[in-house]
């Protein structure tokens, strides 16, 4: 496995709003949720996130704490709507950046067509909605262009949704775009980055999200050393205790010089971690209490900055 060199030309992020440089992307969430409707037919334990006014409630203060740009993770088919990430973006001046691709298959109604769908046919789509516009926006007089490709890979690899893999591999190697690949606690992140690199994209397309959920610090290096990006977002997570786990990770990464391979996120798809919704910690402890953290510990300003936005939007824009 090598690193290979990639494109030393930005291009401009697809914001749901348009085209921005990425230096202007700011403080950006790396995974979140802002929007999602509810999908008959789905698992029922499926994350819902329809609350307009809350939700601008949070963007709005996660802007007055000094946060520019966030990630919605939330693909077609199983809950997004570009159409409302575009006025909640309007309403809040927050950045959204819209994600086309697919999730993990519990989130959709059991007939959609990705499912069946060849490799081909999902790369078409990919490109469209990264070229073209969201599906749900095309019509409008405004469509929205996706910005990146999120996907999901189960716990195992023979469940994964092999003509998406494909279709993802030639859409991003074509587009020259970026993965966030949502893995199972960290499962298979070694296996998806041989495969996508075999198909031909180069390791700094490559963002592998709640790697947090697996701390282990060898195989953290050892992906960072290749080239990709690693997404930590336990910080509210209770269960996977991030004082002990999140929290040391940051900092023995940040230390061994591994800043720019950090992308920090707080992935609230589940209501409840939302502040005005469910009384969580909110959209706003990012820039907030995230960012004070970090630097009570004493982590260096580049550093922090990398972490909080800098890698992600480096990353968006095509660059290492
Ligand atoms: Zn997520």
Redesign the pocket.
Known sequence: MTVSSHSSTARPVNTVQGALPYECLGITDA?N?MWIEAVPGADSGAPVLNHFPLILKELNEYRDRGGKTLLD?QPQGCGRDGNRLLALSKASRVNLVACTGFHRKKYYPQDHWLWSATPEKICDFLCSEMEQGLLESRDTPTPVKAGFIKIALESAWADCLQAGLEGVASAAAKLNSLVEI?TERGALAEKAFIYFTNLGLSPPQLVF?HMDKRPDVGLHKELARLGVLLEYDTFYRPKYDPSLNLWPLIECMASSGFSDRIALAT?M?EADLYRSIGGGAGLASFPGEIQDQLIEKGIPETARKQMLGGNIARRLAGLN
Request: glycine share 0%.
């Open positions: 995974h949720h993770c949502h999200c992935d798809a």
